[in-house]
């Protein structure tokens, strides 16, 4: 009879630990199985009043590259957007988009509005592509070395701080490889 007054209140002393420790982990840090694997096989159709759309092959060229996953219903796009703009324009390193879950028409009025930083942008129209890369939701980034290796992701809008201390040191890193 005792036993069943301490069940409520040991319970609720487990749960509550285990949100505590929820609370003091850092949601971006979603771990990748794809960090250190080749890109997934993938060709994309560029997007409406583009001329280069994206395939797995165009980041197997030598050059480490981000690729930037983005909609033009995403909110969160626009925050990182002027980054990615100023990457591409600065030539820091070329930036590719894979338009997710996106109309053709939509994103391609979107990058009109906004600007286009992309070299290449592929349209993800199921998201089939997206899903083949690990995609959560977007905006996330990857970087690829020069061999198609994903080495970094980033998951979430790339704020100045994401920049400067995870993005620019990753692309670094893989330039190194």
């Avoid at 994206?54 to 983005?70: C, T, Y």
């Avoid at 391609?108 to 930083?117: M, V």
């Avoid at 020069?146 to 704020?159: M, S």
């Amino acid at each position: 009879m005792r036993l069943g007054y301490f069940t409520p209140l040991a319970v609720f002393a487990v749960l509550a630990l285990a949100l505590g420790i929820g609370l003091t982990l850092e949601p971006r840090n979603i771990p990748s199985a794809l960090i250190g694997e080749l890109v997934p096989t993938f060709d994309l159709p560029p997007v409406a009043g583009r001329e280069l759309g994206l395939a797995s092959a165009d980041l197997k060229g030598g050059e480490v590259a981000l690729v930037n996953v983005f909609a033009s219903w995403c909110g969160a796009c626009r925050i990182e957007h002027p980054l990615l703009m100023a990457l591409s324009r600065q030539g820091v390193v070329p930036v590719h988009g894979l338009a997710y879950k996106d109309r053709s028409a939509n994103a391609a009025r979107w990058l009109n509005q906004f600007g286009d930083p992309y070299r290449r942008i592929g349209l993800d129209l199921d998201g089939r592509v997206g899903i083949d890369w690990g995609v959560y939701g977007v905006p996330e980034s990857f970087i690829v070395d020069g061999r198609g290796v994903i080495v970094a992701k980033h998951i979430g809008p790339i704020t100045q701080r994401d920049l400067n201390e995870t993005i620019l040191p990753a692309i670094a890193r893989a330039r190194q490889r």
